[in-house]
Nanobody, 127 residues
């Protein structure tokens, strides 16, 4: 059974950092694209970042470019989202998801493209 479990969320002050983890089971993260998404209260879900199964393609939302970095540890079967220079507007529940396609050099940030989702981890940025 495919499963994704997020961790690493928490409360941090503006300009602080957090690293989110997305641990996969039932499949290996080098088989499918993995995306990070977030949803704040009253707002639509936003595709934050993604990484292709080959690992050589990544994409970021304009709102996080230069601040967030997606990476992967195949030995741990885990995808990370390093978040630096956090802002209050980054406050949201963050989800990771897997897209069951066989396109090694592709990843997308459209939520409708993804097939399996974790339950999310809360990130709160506040002074």
């Amino acid at each position: 059974q495919l499963q994704l479990v997020e961790s690493g969320g928490g409360s941090v002050q503006p300009e602080g950092s957090l690293r989110l983890s997305c641990a996969a089971s039932g499949f290996t993260v080098d088989n499918y694209p993995i995306g990070w998404f977030r949803q704040a209260p009253g707002k639509e879900r936003e595709g934050v970042s993604c990484i292709s199964s080959s690992g050589d393609a990544t994409d970021y939302a304009d709102s996080v470019k230069g601040r967030f970095t997606i990476s992967r540890d195949d030995a741990k079967n885990t995808v990370y989202l390093q978040m630096n220079s956090l802002k209050p507007e980054d406050t949201a529940i963050y989800f990771c998801a897997a897209q069951l396609i066989l396109k090694p050099h592709y990843c997308g940030r459209g939520g409708n493209e993804y097939d399996y989702w974790g339950r999310g981890t809360q990130v709160t940025v506040s002074s």
